[in-house]
């Protein structure tokens, strides 16, 4: 699986370690930046990850921020892309399987590197589900995503 993994100055560290240890797990990683701590704007790392996935480069995305709610709310102004912000790995699995969330985002300033790290493999080990109420109901977003006035 192709992993696109972007973030802000502040979630350097974090995307750095992810990329690399989920390198060493065998995925391919897409790194979109940024390359240091120096202040830089989550918006735009979202919108190179969003972009990213919708274009096929990569099937899933990790983007990381201080809290991973700004990230997750610019990542979700792009059409198609289902983004989640999640510190525990139930919710990482779990928003695969019943939302086929495609982006998950983390807070570096929220948790430490071994939940991080945790987390993102229950993201990416998992599937969506397919079952009728799941695909009915992402349909239903995806409607509210498209039939916006």
Do not use: W
């Not at 060493?24 to 919108?47: F, H, K, M, Q």
């Not at 899933?60 to 510190?87: E, M, P, Y």
């Amino acid at each position: 699986m192709i992993v696109a993994v972007a973030g802000d100055h502040a979630g350097f560290d974090m995307k750095q370690m992810l990329a690399g240890a989920l390198a060493d797990e065998g995925y391919t990683i897409l790194d979109l930046g940024t390359n240091s701590r120096e202040p830089v704007d989550y918006p735009d790392y979202a919108r190179a990850l969003g972009q990213a996935i919708l274009s096929g480069r990569a099937e899933r995305g990790i983007l990381v921020c201080g809290s991973g709610v700004g990230a997750c709310i610019a990542a979700n102004k792009i059409k198609g892309i289902r983004a989640g912000t999640c510190h525990d790995t139930y919710s990482g699995h779990q928003g695969v399987e019943h939302d086929d969330m495609n982006v998950l985002c983390l807070g570096a300033r929220v948790i430490g590197m071994a939940p991080a790290l945790e987390i993102a493999r229950a993201f990416l080990a998992a599937r969506f589900s397919n079952e009728e109420r799941h695909v009915r109901r992402v349909a239903k977003t995806r409607d509210i995503e498209l039939n916006q006035r």
